[in-house]
């Protein structure tokens, strides 16, 4: 979307519970994200819901099949 490639591997021998991939993700629109992710029914991180944080982004978390964390954020600046 919006001419971003995001490119992933198969590694046979990652023990998904033990990785601790982290990834974040710039948006313009995070709002619209967020309810995009809601109405298509994907699980937004316990510790993810979207919020404005003290470091001036507005966030939300989840996590892949995979367990890495994926946070989508925009600038509150």
Do not use: C
């Not at 490639?5 to 033990?18: D, G, W, Y």
């Not at 937004?44 to 954020?73: A, V």
């Amino acid at each position: 979307k919006d001419q971003i490639q995001i490119h992933f591997f198969r590694f046979a021998q990652l023990q998904p519970l033990e990785n601790y991939g982290q990834v974040y993700i710039r948006t313009d629109d995070i709002d619209g994200l967020y309810e995009s992710f809601i109405s298509n029914h994907v699980d937004i991180h316990p510790n993810g819901k979207l919020q404005n944080k003290p470091w001036g982004q507005r966030e939300f978390s989840i996590l892949d099949p995979d367990h890495n964390l994926l946070t989508f954020g925009q600038s509150l600046i």
